[in-house]
């Protein structure tokens, strides 16, 4: 796999429409986060944010990731579940979000932008997906729609610190995972 041309990447951010994204948006999250919150991505780094754990401060942003479905959003959990850290499903939820943005980039056509699924969604690999969150955060887009690792569907990452004032966030309903998925204790 060879290395992404970054230039070529920026390039093609640059001259992307920005689109307005308007629908039902998916996230799990702990039950003492807001499904609304993106605190997490300020403590751990992710495959398109940086945090403090592995960066310098002037190198970190945050970012919430959000599912495009239900289904998409729990495999995305399953992905990162193991065994040994089958609990935190106890302590989290599904929830459904109401979302308007106004300047996404669509960046689900990966060859557009001379970017692979393999660069991009590589497990424990975030270099690709850190560096186009940043650039596109930069370019002055509130969010960015890609493909999910899971490659069931789609994701939005929204940039918590670039949303416009006219854009909306809304928790609309959650199910605590307990509930909807027997887990025998």
Not at 68 to 93: F, G, K, Q, W, Y
Not at 124 to 135: D, F, I, P, S
Request: proline share 6%; net charge neutral; with cysteine.
């Amino acid at each position: 796999m060879a290395a992404p041309d970054w230039d070529a990447v920026t390039a093609a951010i640059t001259k992307a429409p920005a689109i307005r994204w308007r629908g039902r948006a998916w996230c799990v999250h702990r039950h003492r986060y807001e499904a609304t919150s993106h605190r997490g991505s300020e403590l751990v780094s992710g495959r398109f944010h940086r945090a403090p754990d592995r960066f310098p401060p002037e190198r970190c942003f945050p970012a919430l990731y959000l599912s495009l479905s239900p289904e998409v959003c729990i495999a995305e959990l399953l992905r990162h579940t193991s065994p040994l850290n089958m609990d935190h499903i106890r302590e989290s939820r599904l929830s459904e979000l109401r979302v308007r943005l106004n300047a996404v980039l669509d960046a689900r056509d990966l060859d557009a932008l001379g970017l692979t699924h393999e660069i991009l969604l590589k497990p424990r690999e975030h270099e690709a997906g850190q560096r186009l969150g940043e650039t596109t955060m930069h370019c002055g887009y509130e969010g960015l729609l890609v493909p999910s690792a899971t490659r069931l569907g789609d994701n939005l990452i929204i940039f918590p610190t670039a949303r416009k004032e006219t854009s909306q966030l809304d928790a609309i309903g959650y199910r605590d995972l307990q509930e909807v998925y027997y887990i025998d204790s």
